[in-house]
């Protein structure tokens, strides 16, 4: 039987490419005779790590992005456009594949361009509650667009099924026995997971810095800080960590509250995990309506950034972690909002398109 290929695509951000590696995981499920390429960006720090975790060869391509706003960079960037629409093409007349695979981020459109000028199949996800520009180029090439809100159907009349957002099943393979000997932390002590993104937020960073005393009064905090971000504190009760790849499931299994970005793959972690969350999403961008899609239905609380201080911060933490009755309705509530088959379902469809 012939091996099949499918090209994955995107990135940026870990939020992005872990729904993409979930689909990979069912696919291969459902059909082990397929080999997978990743292509991201040629500083893609946290997909090439990610792709390292499944298996999957990584290349890369220049990438610019198109802003609708004053940047000296968008002198540069269509330059960058243009050879990574011509890297695409020689990438995909070299590996031939059966279909590809993108969920958003300006390194995939050229990649699904390329992919439809040779006919191949591509599939796309859109993640968060407002489409990006690089989305909306995607599906004008798209052979089916999956969703992962009712919402978007508005924006996507054609080509598109609702699905949710594929989530990663490994994350609910924790142990907190694990997480309390890898991160040497204490099992009388509550613990806050605190995530910053992908590439990690400064404004949260430091706000975090100066709440130590206070966050770590009562309870201990685990802090993915974001690359070349890393917090030194000498508080023995704060550990942090620029990334967590494998570690990650157990944080997850331990936390008794996460503080975090509203980035839609890890929004629908954190449904399947059923954790209390507060959201802090990041200005002027589609977390914020992420963010109050779950906090308008008592699934999450949430922070805006322009209000994050010190004293506001501890007030939300000190709220939930003083009441065990209400860290179990956010956690009630936002379980309700998952979708725990939707990599299965992106899988079936990418596969009867191409089969």
């Known amino acids: 039987m012939k091996t099949k290929k499918i090209i994955i695509t995107g990135g940026g951000t870990a939020g992005s490419v872990s729904p993409l590696l979930s689909v990979v995981d069912k696919i291969r499920d459902k059909d082990p005779n397929i080999d997978f390429l990743f292509i991201g960006t040629r500083k893609g720090d946290p997909e090439k790590r990610l792709a390292k975790t499944k298996n999957i060869p990584y290349k ?18 269509p330059f960058k456009i243009i050879i990574g629409f011509f890297q695409s093409l020689v990438l995909v007349k070299k590996h031939k594949p059966d279909a590809v695979i993108g969920a958003g981020s300006f390194v995939g459109v050229p990649i699904c361009i390329a992919a439809w000028f040779f006919k191949v199949p591509v599939f796309l996800h859109q993640l968060d509650t407002v489409p990006g520009l690089a989305n909306k180029i995607i599906s004008a090439f798209a052979t089916k667009i999956t969703l992962s809100f009712d919402s978007l159907k508005d924006n996507f009349p054609k080509k598109s099924i609702v699905t949710g957002t594929p989530v ?3 994350i609910l393979k924790g142990n907190k026995n694990i997480a309390l000997e890898d991160f040497n932390l204490r099992k009388d002590l509550e613990t806050i997971l605190i995530m ?38 000498r508080d023995y009760r704060y550990r942090s960590y620029e990334f967590l790849i494998k570690s990650l499931k157990h944080a997850y299994d331990l936390a008794d509250l996460i503080i975090s970005r509203a980035g839609v793959g890890s929004l629908s972690e954190f449904c399947l995990l059923s954790k209390p969350v507060i959201f802090i999403p990041l200005p002027n961008s589609s977390q914020v309506k992420n963010a109050y899609t779950l906090c308008k239905q008592d699934a999450a609380i949430c922070l805006e950034e322009k209000d ?35 990599a299965s379902k992106i899988a079936d469809i990418v596969l009867e398109n191409i089969n």
């Open 60 to 77: 890369s391509i220049f990438s610019g992005k198109l802003r609708r706003y004053f940047s000296f960079k968008n002198i540069i960037d």
């Open 168 to 170: 990663r099943y490994e």
């Open 196 to 233: 910053g993104g992908g590439t990690g937020s400064k404004r949260l960073n430091e706000i975090v810095l100066k709440s130590l005393d206070g966050l770590t009064k009562n309870a201990q905090v685990i802090h993915i800080t974001g690359k070349g971000k890393l917090l030194k504190a």
């Open 308 to 342: 994050l201080t010190v004293s506001s911060l501890l007030e939300k933490v000190n709220s939930l972690l003083n009441s065990d009755k209400r860290r179990e309705e956010l956690s009630t509530n936002i379980k309700t909002l998952g979708h725990p088959e939707a």
